[in-house]
């Protein structure tokens, strides 16, 4: 392992990230904050000699960056970012504990969505666009972000795109990685200029249209209102949103063979299939069983749907209570939890993707029990998964439900009840955002002991990771030369 290296690539990166908090000087000096001016500046040049001492220690390592080196800028990079990113919420004195800013940065750019903010509308506007900000970033991801515009660094980006980008399938699109990066992330901004257009449109104000947008996108789920989009009550802006949200959730792979003129191959993708019917069949179902809580069938479909698809896609946002919804409800929406987006989407979780390979394998091992003789390959549409593939999805499948389960216990041993603690675990880990109970829909963060918030945080950061870029650091020969 070089350090030298580790150190260039996080020195860029930081001062990436210097440059990303000047941005929101922008928001501020429209409407005359001075001081979160000055807190976004001391923030900026804090991160910006950081970076620069560390692109000093590596100046003289060379271009190349090895698959170990990678993983570990790719898994630092997150946790600086919740560390440096979190200096703003401090010098604002919103969050003056580091532990709770460090917890409300890294569920910002891992895109969860959970908040320790009991009051959100009284952020100024440059921190309230900065935690959008952040989401938006840690979307489509903050390393692909810096392969798409540093195109001096190389082919030797391939390794860091590697360990980033989310989904068991993100190797099938990139010829190229820089030409690739910069397609998704033109993709990227070019949905989210769309949804600024129609949410303004539809009625909120351009700054509100700006974050939400950005948090959608992202499938991120931060609002600039306590009542996220349940303030706005307006039917139109809930139906904008769920869109984006389900174009979010989309493997992004299917938009970058749609800009190569490739859309039957896209429209015919199997997970695009079974994800678009886990939404109908969830949003019905959940509709049906909200029924009498609404005056109108319309209003229970609006209501049903939006918590289907935000839960599904892993955003987060409510228009409902969904802790006051009947059992079946409201169990149903936990299983949405744990399924998740499309695989290479900026959602989290499993993946659609990951739990049709999951399904398959388990209908043939059935299958071959009283047919023993018959050699079967597995499929997902016309794409042979070969047994190495299946084997790391059964591998993340078990680590997933394990680290669930210790979440679970040890957030039960904290003091919390058992519908809270398996809900902020399963949130935190899939990047969801609200859970149940405590950590429900109306509910936050800020009464979490200490421990936990650490530990729901380094969840956040496994669970967008996929898990074995973070799992890798705790292994001593990771670290051996």
Same mark, same amino acid.
């Given at each position: 392992?070089?350090?030298?290296?580790?150190?260039?690539?996080?020195?860029?990166?930081?001062?990436?990230?210097?440059?990303?908090?000047?941005?929101?000087?922008?928001?501020?000096?429209? /409407?005359?904050?001075?001081?979160?001016?000055?807190?976004?500046?001391?923030?900026?040049?804090?991160c910006?000699?950081?970076?620069?001492?560390?692109?000093?220690?590596?100046?003289?390592?060379?271009?190349?960056i090895?698959?170990?080196?990678?993983?570990?800028?790719?898994?630092?990079?997150?946790?600086?970012?919740?560390?440096?990113?979190?200096?703003?919420?401090?010098?604002?004195?919103?969050?003056?504990?580091?532990i709770?800013?460090?917890?409300?940065?890294?569920?910002?750019?891992?895109?969860?969505?959970?908040?320790?903010?009991?009051?959100?509308?009284?952020?100024?506007?440059?921190?309230l666009?900065?935690?959008?900000?952040i989401?938006?970033?840690?979307?489509?991801?903050?390393?692909?972000?810096?392969?798409?515009?540093?195109?001096?660094?190389?082919v030797?980006?391939?390794?860091?795109?590697?360990?980033?980008?989310?989904?068991?399938?993100?190797?099938?699109?990139?010829?190229?990685?820089?030409?690739?990066?910069?397609?998704?992330?033109?993709?990227?901004?070019?949905?989210?200029?769309?949804?600024?257009?129609?949410?303004?449109?539809?009625?909120?104000?351009?700054?509100?249209?700006?974050?939400?947008?950005?948090?959608?996108?992202?499938?991120?789920?931060?609002?600039?209102?306590d009542?996220?989009i349940?303030?706005?009550?307006?039917?139109?802006?809930?139906?904008?949103?769920?869109?984006?949200?389900f174009?979010?959730?989309?493997?992004?792979?299917?938009? /970058?063979?749609?800009?190569?003129?490739?859309?039957?191959?896209?429209?015919?993708?199997?997970?695009?299939?079974?994800?678009?019917?886990?939404?109908?069949?969830?949003?019905?179902?959940?509709?049906?069983?909200?029924?009498?809580?609404?005056?109108?069938?319309?209003e229970? @479909?609006?209501?049903?749907?939006?918590?289907?698809?935000?839960?599904?896609?892993?955003?987060?946002?409510?228009?409902?209570?969904f802790?006051?919804?009947p059992?079946?409800?409201?169990?149903?929406? +936990?299983?949405?939890?744990?399924?998740?987006?499309?695989?290479?989407?900026?959602?989290?979780?499993?993946?659609?993707?990951?739990?049709?390979?999951?399904?398959?394998?388990?209908?043939?091992?059935?299958?071959?029990?009283?047919?023993?003789?018959? +050699?079967?390959?597995?499929?997902?549409?016309?794409?042979?998964?070969?047994?190495?593939?299946?084997?790391?999805?059964?591998?993340?499948?078990?680590?997933?439900?394990?680290?669930?389960?210790?979440?679970?216990?040890?957030?039960?041993?904290?003091? @919390?009840?058992? +519908?809270?603690?398996?809900?902020?675990?399963?949130?935190?880990?899939g990047?969801?955002?609200?859970?149940?109970?405590?950590?429900?829909?109306?509910?936050?963060?800020?009464?979490?002991?200490?421990?936990?918030k650490?530990?729901?945080?380094?969840?956040?950061?496994?669970?967008?990771l996929? @898990?074995?870029?973070?799992?890798?650091?705790?292994?001593?020969?990771?670290?051996?030369?």
């Open positions: 392992m070089s350090f030298s290296v580790i150190s260039r690539f996080l020195g860029i990166f930081l001062c990436i990230l210097a440059l990303t908090q000047l941005t929101s000087i922008i928001p501020s000096a429209i /409407y005359n904050e001075t001081d979160t001016i000055v807190h976004f500046v001391i923030s900026a040049i804090i910006a000699i950081i970076g620069m001492g560390l692109l000093l220690f590596g100046k003289s390592a060379g271009e190349t090895k698959r170990r080196d990678a993983i570990a800028v790719v898994a630092i990079s997150w946790i600086a970012f919740g560390i440096l990113g979190a200096i703003p919420f401090m010098l604002e004195s919103v969050l003056t504990n580091p709770d800013a460090f917890f409300e940065t890294v569920s910002g750019v891992t895109t969860t969505g959970s908040t320790v903010i009991t009051d959100i509308e009284s952020l100024s506007h440059g921190l666009f900065w935690r959008s900000l989401q938006w970033l840690g979307g489509m991801g903050i390393i692909v972000l810096f392969i798409a515009v540093l195109p001096q660094l190389g030797s980006v391939r390794q860091l795109f590697r360990s980033e980008v989310p989904g068991p399938i993100k190797e099938s699109i990139k010829p190229k990685l820089k030409h690739t990066a910069s397609i998704l992330w033109k993709i990227y901004l070019g949905i989210t200029l769309s949804e600024i257009l129609l949410l303004i449109i539809a009625g909120m104000s351009p700054f509100d249209a700006v974050c939400h947008s950005f948090t959608t996108m992202a499938t991120g789920g931060y609002s600039t209102k009542a996220s349940a303030y706005f009550s307006s039917a139109y802006i809930d139906v904008i949103i769920i869109f984006f949200m174009a979010a959730g989309v493997n992004f792979n299917l938009y /970058y063979l749609i800009a190569n003129g490739d859309w039957k191959k896209a429209i015919r993708n199997s997970e695009l299939k079974v994800y678009i019917g886990i939404l109908i069949c969830s949003g019905l179902l959940v509709s049906i069983s909200i029924l009498n809580q609404h005056p109108t069938i319309l229970a @479909l609006r209501h049903g749907f939006f918590q289907s698809v935000s839960m599904t896609t892993t955003t987060g946002y409510a228009t409902d209570d802790d006051l919804y059992s079946f409800a409201r169990l149903l929406l +936990v299983v949405l939890m744990f399924i998740g987006a499309s695989a290479s989407s900026t959602g989290g979780s499993i993946k659609v993707s990951r739990i049709m390979v999951l399904l398959k394998a388990a209908y043939f091992e059935i299958y071959q029990t009283f047919r023993p003789q018959v +050699v079967v390959s597995l499929k997902i549409g016309k794409s042979v998964i070969q047994d190495d593939m299946v084997k790391s999805i059964l591998a993340f499948f078990i680590l997933f439900i394990l680290i669930f389960v210790i979440g679970t216990l040890f957030m039960a041993a904290l003091g @919390l009840d058992i +519908v809270t603690a398996f809900s902020a675990t399963i949130a935190a880990l990047n969801i955002g609200p859970g149940l109970a405590k950590v429900g829909a109306t509910q936050n963060y800020a009464h979490i002991p200490a421990p936990g650490l530990f729901l945080a380094f969840a956040m950061i496994i669970g967008r996929e @898990l074995l870029t973070i799992l890798v650091l705790f292994s001593p020969k990771f670290w051996k030369q």
